[in-house]
């Protein structure tokens, strides 16, 4: 069974930057589509962004033009680059994967199948 791992996060300044990695164990994820979301008490959970398997990527306008999600095939790494932070990007990351199409929409969370066991991202005011 594909299981993802996921490192970074931790705890910046207003404006400061993180990048966040998410790997796969058992598996690649190579075809996959792939998320981003995240979780706070205040909000719930967002989707954040989306890299479909034609490399189209997709994001929340919250954080489109801070946050660039990318991956590496070779690696079996998705990134999640964030920049200029705010402290209303404090939360729980979460990385999402699927490999099949089940007709769901990108930043539908029930789309993904395959989740990583989350992140803490603090960003101080």
């Known amino acids: 069974q594909v299981q993802l791992v996921q490192s970074g996060g931790g705890l910046v300044p207003d404006g400061g930057s993180l990048r966040l990695s998410c790997r796969t164990i058992?598996?690649?994820?190579?075809?996959?589509?792939l998320a981003w979301f995240r979780h706070s008490p205040t909000k719930g959970r967002e989707f954040v962004a989306a890299l479909r398997r034609s490399g189209t990527a997709y994001y929340s306008y919250s954080v489109q033009g801070r946050f660039t999600i990318s991956r590496d095939n070779a690696e079996n790494t998705v990134y999640l680059q964030m920049s200029n932070l705010k402290p209303e990007d404090t939360a729980v990351y979460h990385c999402?994967?699927?490999?099949?199409?089940?007709?769901?929409?990108?930043?539908?969370?029930?789309?993904?199948?395959?989740w990583g066991q989350g992140t803490q991202v603090t960003v101080s005011s």
């Open positions: 058992r598996g690649s994820l190579s075809g996959a589509y």
């Open positions: 999402a994967a699927a490999w099949n199409d089940n007709g769901g929409t990108y930043d539908n969370a029930l789309s993904y199948g395959t």
